[in-house]
């Protein structure tokens, strides 16, 4: 049938199954009397992962063996074939988020067209491009609801000011009833 191995096989039956499920809500609606009201058709969809290596180069070196120009040539060891939704996926773990946990993708007025995952309806924001604006750091700072953690990757940042001020702007933002979101830089 053209599959090559069980995940493939498995992939296809969530699909029709899904496909079953939406099928059925949508002929039970199209039957509906005129005072009731219709079912919603759930989220049928999914995701496949695959495990693969980290999304950063190993450039780990003895102190000795560094200079200045390595310092700043080792700034992104992100592996280049990588996408922003590749490293959004290897930092959940780190702020304790499953793998299946709602992921929006806001862009537009508020973020200036940048593109911005929101995870789990804004607990954590993310940024993956480069060079952002300070005006898309206080957008995401200003976010609401306020999100436990803001996280962007370190060519988003272009220099070491800009990584503090990414830093002291979510401190400023702070507040006393809502409590802060810790910024992260990876």
């Known amino acids: ?65 560094y200079s200045q120009a390595d310092l700043d040539f080792d700034v992104d060891i992100t592996k280049s074939d990588r996408s922003n939704l590749d490293l959004l996926f290897e930092a959940l773990p780190k702020f304790q988020l499953p793998y299946d946990v709602r992921i929006n993708t806001l862009s537009g007025d508020e973020f200036d067209g940048h593109t911005v995952y929101s995870v789990d309806d804004g607990r954590l924001l993310a940024c993956f491009e480069a060079d952002i604006p300070e005006s898309l750091v206080r957008a995401m700072a200003a976010f609401s609801p306020r999100p436990s953690y803001a996280l962007v990757s370190e060519h988003s940042l272009p220099d070491s000011a800009a990584r503090t001020n990414f830093v002291e702007i979510f401190k400023q933002s702070a507040d006393s009833k809502t409590g802060s979101t810790k910024p992260y830089i990876i």
């Open 1 to 65: 049938m053209g599959y090559n191995n069980l995940c493939e096989i498995g992939e296809e039956r969530i699909r029709r199954a899904g496909e079953k499920i939406k099928s059925e809500i949508e002929a039970e609606n199209a039957q509906l009397t005129l005072d009731s009201t219709p079912k919603k058709v759930p989220d049928i969809g999914f995701r496949v992962l695959r495990v693969d290596d980290s999304n950063y180069e190993d450039r780990r070196k003895n102190v000795g063996s």
